[in-house]
Nanobody
Framework: QVQLVESGGGLVQPGGSLRLSCAAS????????MGWYRQAPGKQRELVAA???????NYTDSVKGRFTISRDNAKNTVYLQMNSLKPEDTAVYYC??????????????WGQGTQVTVSS
């Protein structure tokens, strides 16, 4: 079984920065895709950013140029650096992993979520 644990959320003023971390533990053979989703009150969960095993990244339009997804394979950790934060970035952020536990078995895994609030 694989566990994803997020950290780094909090309250920040508009224009500020936060860095989210997602540490994966358990039986991990390889990461396929890792990503960050967010869900604001009354809205559907949306993909914010993703990174493939090859290092390719993808961002939703509203965060391009402000957010950066990266990973540290040695630490089994994925990061989301968020700069120039806006009130509309306020949401619960979830880490997602498409992870192979063995060469034959893969699964979809989610973290518990971390709150990000952008407010003055």
């Amino acid at each position: 079984q694989v566990q994803l644990v997020e950290s780094g959320g909090g309250l920040v003023q508009p224009g500020g920065s936060l860095r989210l971390s997602c540490a994966a533990s358990g039986r991990i053979f390889r990461f396929n895709v890792m990503g960050w989703y967010r869900q604001a009150p009354g809205k559907q969960r949306e993909l914010v950013a993703a990174i493939t095993s090859g290092g390719s990244t993808n961002y939703t339009d509203s965060v391009k140029g402000r957010f950066t997804i990266s990973r540290d394979n040695a630490k089994n950790t994925v990061y989301l650096q968020m700069n120039s934060l806006k009130p509309e970035d306020t949401a619960v952020y979830y880490c997602y992993g498409d992870i192979k536990e063995t060469i034959w078995r893969r699964g979809d895994y989610w973290g518990q979520g971390t709150q990000v609030t952008v407010s003055s």
